[in-house]
């Protein structure tokens, strides 16, 4: 039960980029000198759900280790993602990107075939895999260096 519950509060923590996105769309638009106080709550945020996700993925000993799994991949990825966005933004990062996104749908597949519950975590991974990996086909192409 307390494993189910880790493994939930991790997932509906992920759901705070989401407001945390959007208070650095403000701070990017309307008060750009404060778009760092964005960038530092994101990174700080993202390393404490690595962590969390690393202590459940040492804590659950059972078929839902790979939810965990799922979700420190994601993480992964995630931050490959921003800081292709942020500071690393050159071609080699799309290469390292374009490695995490496999791995990680790799990860997501693997645990929908071994999880029995909490199914949806691996498939919404997949979507938003699919949405940010369009995006980095779209500026690999615009770049100049083709599909």
Known sequence: MNETFNLKLNA???LLIIPISIV???FAVEKENLFFVYE????VFVITLMLYSIKNVLMIRNSLIWVAISIFVFLIQFAVFA???GPLSNFAMIIVYYLAAIISFIVYVITLIKSNKMRMVPIIFIFITGIFTFYMVFINAMWGNGF
């Open 40 to 43: 530092w709550m994101l990174t």
């Open 24 to 26: 650095g769309y403000y």
């Open 83 to 85: 800081l292709f966005l």
């Open 12 to 14: 509906y923590l992920l």
